[in-house]
Nanobody
Framework: VQLQACGGGLVQAGDSLRLSCVVS????????LGWFRQAAGKEREFVAG????????IYAEAMKGRFSISKDNAKNTVDLQMRSLEPEDTAVYYC?????????????????WGQGTLVTVSS
């Protein structure tokens, strides 16, 4: 399984940005998918997760109402729509896949990781 994230960049506070991750897998719907992020000098943290068919999503508390995760089973992609971005959202964002098909936020259950895409939010 290979994941390739893209869409990061430099934005201003209050802007929106959409990240996308292409998942190369034999059967895309065998996996639960998630987004994590890691800011400089900090531990990697959970952002959002989605189950295998897209019917269930979960979010970290700080992202609820601002971020939205979705997947396109025809395109083998999982997206993260981010709104009202704040400087504190500056981080490298990673997409990940888990053989557990549920939406879940525990990093240890994700076996496959993309390379990360940098999001920088200026004040």
């Amino acid at each position: 399984v290979q994941l390739q994230a893209c869409g990061g960049g430099l934005v201003q506070a209050g802007d929106s940005l959409r990240l996308s991750c292409v998942v190369s897998a034999r059967t895309f719907m065998d996996y639960g998918l998630g987004w994590f992020r890691q800011a400089a000098g900090k531990e990697r943290e959970f952002v959002a997760g989605i189950n295998y068919d897209g019917s269930h999503t979960i979010y970290a508390e700080a992202m609820k109402g601002r971020f939205s995760i979705s997947k396109d089973n025809a395109k083998n992609t999982v997206d993260l729509q981010m709104r009202s971005l704040e400087p504190e959202d500056t981080a490298v964002y990673y997409c990940a896949a888990s053989i557990m098909r549920i939406a879940q936020g525990t990093e240890e259950y994700y076996s496959y990781w993309g390379q990360g895409t940098l999001v920088t939010v200026s004040s």
